[in-house]
């Protein structure tokens, strides 16, 4: 276990429904991340908070809104989602303000939305 | 922009063999470079991060090395496994904010 998890592992929805994912790390991080992993392509960073505050939006859609109430939680709020959205979510945490940085991941989220 | 390619894209190798797999970057200004293992349908294994003044790492069987210059990092693994089987994939950040940009991987499989 990497001490960061990830709840639900698995969810379906409908395009009308509105959801959550949650993380939380227990790492003692003041780093958190999420990360869209997709079919075939890339791992995508979505969003970057440090020390609570969100520095990094890489260009996501409006209908995914991150939450971060603390150092140690970060949330994913869906609504109106997309086929296309079906993807797996992945959640890391770093500690910012040391040298190198390593992230560590959770096991994800596999999203289908049908 | 950081671009990262990792090639090849597939490899198939018998247990026993030492190994070797690509990671480029467009940016030479890489900070650092981060490989992981992900087993099908789970999340990501760190495995070794190389930081901005270090050259290679090591951790049993598995070495890396960074040459920014070339703008390259390899990941070898001795005396292969089946247990190896995986998605390895390699990461860069361009600063110390630690924003990882990622290969697509390589897909890993050790025969028997």
């Known amino acids: 276990e990497t001490g960061v998890t990830q709840t639900p592992r698995h969810l379906v929805m409908g395009m009308t429904n509105k959801k959550s994912l949650k993380c939380e790390q227990h790492?003692?991080?003041?780093?958190m991340y999420w990360y869209k992993q997709s079919a075939k392509k890339p791992l995508e960073l979505m969003f970057v908070?440090?020390?609570?505050?969100?520095?990094e939006n890489n260009s996501v859609p409006s209908r995914f809104s991150p939450e971060c109430p603390n150092s140690s939680h970060l949330f994913l709020h869906l609504h109106t989602l997309q086929p296309e959205d079906s993807a797996l979510y992945l959640c890391?945490?770093?500690?910012?303000?040391?040298?190198?940085?390593?992230?560590?991941f959770g096991p994800g989220t596999r999203l289908t939305v049908t | 922009k950081q671009e990262v390619t990792q090639i090849p894209a597939a490899l198939s190798v018998p247990e026993g063999e030492n190994l070797v797999l690509n990671c480029s970057f467009t940016?030479?200004?890489?900070?650092?470079l981060q490989w992981f293992r992900q087993d099908p349908g789970k999340g990501l294994t760190s495995l070794l991060l190389i930081q901005s003044s270090q050259r290679e790492q090591t951790s049993g069987r598995l070495n890396a090395s960074l040459d920014k210059s070339s703008g390259r990092s390899t990941l070898y693994i001795a005396a292969s496994q089946p247990g190896d089987s995986a998605t390895y994939l390699c990461a860069g950040s361009n600063n110390a904010g630690n924003m990882l940009t990622f290969g697509g991987g390589t897909r890993l499989m050790v025969k028997p």
């Open positions: 940016d030479s200004a890489i900070y650092n």
């Open positions: 908070y440090s020390l609570e505050e969100r520095v």
């Open positions: 790492l003692g991080h003041n780093a």
């Open positions: 890391a945490s770093s500690q910012e303000g040391t040298p190198g940085g390593e992230q560590y």
